[in-house]
């Protein structure tokens, strides 16, 4: 089991920065390969960002050199950095761990509750 706690939502102005973290327990972090995902209303989830357990970093288009997915196995967290927020970035942000080499929203095993992101226009 792997449990996963999401913090560092809020409102921001578009242009603006946030960083989500994600903080996991249970066993070892570094078995998993990584995920952030996100899901606005009426929409379905996402796959923003994810990393392997190596360290290998993959991002969807709508979000390549805007954001930065990195991990920390020492402290058992992964980290969002999202940087020249839309408004189209708004969403509830999930973290989510899975043991296999793919990341997607359909294999993923372990998932947090989310952190809300809200951005004005």
């Known amino acids: 089991q792997v449990q996963l706690v999401e913090s560092g939502g809020g409102l921001v102005q578009a242009g603006g920065s946030l960083r989500l973290s994600c903080a996991a327990s249970g066993r070892t972090f570094s078995w998993y390969a990584m995920g952030w995902f996100r899901q606005a209303p009426g929409k379905e989830r996402e796959l923003v960002a994810a990393?392997?357990?190596?360290?290998?970093?993959s991002y969807a288009d709508s979000v390549k050199g805007r954001f930065t997915i990195s991990r920390d196995n020492a402290k058992n967290t992964v980290d969002l950095q999202m940087n020249s927020l839309k408004p189209e970035d708004a969403a509830v942000y999930y973290c989510?761990?899975?043991?296999?080499?793919?990341?997607?929203?359909?294999?993923?095993?372990?998932w947090g509750k989310g952190t809300l992101v809200t951005v004005s226009s």
């Open positions: 989510a761990a899975t043991s296999g080499l793919r990341v997607g929203v359909d294999v993923m095993g372990y």
């Open positions: 990393i392997s357990r190596g360290g290998t970093t």
